[in-house]
């Protein structure tokens, strides 16, 4: 597997649902962090950076829903948490076009996932375990890159992207209804 050479990954766990296979979720998370960086523009954009940290938090539905309500005033838990630690002007200078990046060290930004939403969702949609939890790292890393799904538009050129990498790993499409 080939990562951006600057790039820093660290992965945490925050609630102990996660922890009998923590070897096997970074592997997978390293492997997303990879696939992005070898068919996506701005994981390639990387590699221009001599630093820059990827943080993953392995969390359960409490800190999720904690964190949702503070920084997105939505009282509930959710699958996937993304905080971008470069500003748009960032991805768009840096990312997307050809800024020359500055030598210090960078945070691309904090993906929290949860445990129990993400397992309920898994089991609802009869997807395999560490199938939905590739989709929702790959997904995470897309949003700290720049991608949304607010708009239509936007909505469709990230579920693309996100089907594509997905279908590298051997796993279905999750939009096909």
């Known amino acids: 597997m080939k990562l951006p050479k600057g790039l820093n990954l660290e992965v945490s766990i925050d609630c102990d649902l996660w922890q ?5 979720y970074k592997a997978i998370i390293t492997s997303c962090c990879s696939l992005i960086y070898q068919n996506v523009a701005e994981g390639k954009a ?12 392995l969390c359960d ?14 009282d509930k838990a959710t699958n996937v948490l993304s905080f971008c630690g470069l500003d ?3 991805i768009d200078s840096y990312l997307r076009r050809d800024g020359a990046v500055p030598d210090r ?3 691309l930004g ?28 790959l997904h995470g890393i897309l949003h700290l890159l720049g991608y949304d799904h ?12 996100e089907t594509k990498l997905l279908a590298i790993l051997g796993i279905d499409d999750p939009y096909a209804a």
Do not use: C, T, W
């Open 105 to 107: 060290p960078f945070s």
């Open 150 to 161: 607010i708009q239509d538009d936007d909505a469709e050129i990230m579920e693309a992207l």
């Open 46 to 57: 990387l590699e221009k950076f001599s630093h820059i940290e990827l943080s993953v938090v």
């Open 61 to 74: 539905d409490e800190l999720i829903h904690k964190l949702n309500n503070d920084y997105r005033n939505k």
């Open 20 to 24: 009998p296979d923590f070897e096997e």
């Open 88 to 90: 748009e002007d960032e």
């Open 110 to 137: 904090e993906n929290y996932i949860s445990f129990e939403f993400m397992n309920k969702e898994a089991d609802a949609a009869g997807i395999a375990f560490n199938a939905h939890f590739s989709h929702l790292v």
